[in-house]
Each structure stands twice: as C-alpha cells, then as structure tokens.
C-alpha cells in the first residue's frame, strides 16, 4: 500500500473550512478531472472522474464513503474504484492555529493493481506538491470569499 500526506495552514477560522469539508457537493468539482457526482446516502457518494494517464484517457467510477466524523477537526474516508483496482482510505484532520489561521493534514493510503497500475503510480508520485498546493489554495479561496 503506497501512501499519500499532505500539511498546510489556511488562512481561514477552522469552522468556515469545516462547512467546506462538509459539503460534498461544494468540494467534489474540484477534483481534478471531475465529471459528476451522486450522493448515495448521507455517508456516501459515487464521483465520475476523466483521467488523463498520458497516451490514454479514461473515466473512472470512484466510491466515497465517510467512516467517521469529530466535528470540526476530522472526517475518516474509504474510497474504491468501480471495478476496485483502486482502493484507498484516509483522512483529513483540522487544527487551530489560531483564531484565523488552520492547520490541514491529509492522508490516504492508497493500492493500485491492474495493468496500468505503474503507471498510474508514476503520475501520482511526480504530479507536484508545489502544483497540489496551489490548487487547493485557488479551490479554496473560491469556494470562501
């Protein structure tokens, strides 16, 4: 099982990025390569995504499901491709820095198998914190003010 963390502080009162972690239907289009999405029920959600491996493209069915959550600091996840050569689960976690400032940390631990697996793995592994980051910093400052 390869793994995936991810820190930064926002400049954002943790309970204003906690309403965003909330809302499924806010922060889902900004996955890269968003199509659509379903809500299956209040803990699940099935995310249509287009991925770009290269020289093939592909859409991929992906399965979110929230396993637990500690308002307003963390949400534990579990996520799966249709056909399940992608499993994963995770989490993200919220701490006050201070009354305008958060702390973010994300993980996900995360299996590929099947024919494309290395090099799906590849794309993930030099896809570019600095290039991760920023979008989530221009998602969010959207998605808040």
């Known amino acids: 099982m390869e793994t995936l963390t991810h820190s930064m ?17 806010e922060w889902a289009k900004t996955i890269p390569g968003y199509h659509s999405h379903e809500k299956v029920n209040d803990q ?23 396993m637990d959550v500690t308002q307003p600091s963390k949400i534990l996840f579990k996520l799966a491709s249709e056909n399940k050569t992608i499993k994963g689960r995770g989490y993200l976690e919220l701490e006050n820095v201070n009354k305008n400032r958060t702390s973010a940390f994300l993980r996900l631990d995360y299996l590929i198998t099947g ?15 600095e290039k991760a980051e920023e979008a989530i910093r221009e998602t969010v400052s959207k998605l808040l003010n």
């Open 9 to 25: 502080n926002l400049d954002y009162p943790i309970q204003k990025l906690w309403n965003l972690v909330n809302s499924f239907d």
């Open 44 to 66: 699940q959600y099935s995310l249509l995504v287009n991925t770009n491996f290269g020289f093939t493209k592909k859409q991929l069915l992906i399965q979110f499901k929230i």
């Open 115 to 129: 024919a494309m697996s290395m090099l799906v793995k590849s794309v993930i592994a030099n896809s570019g914190r």
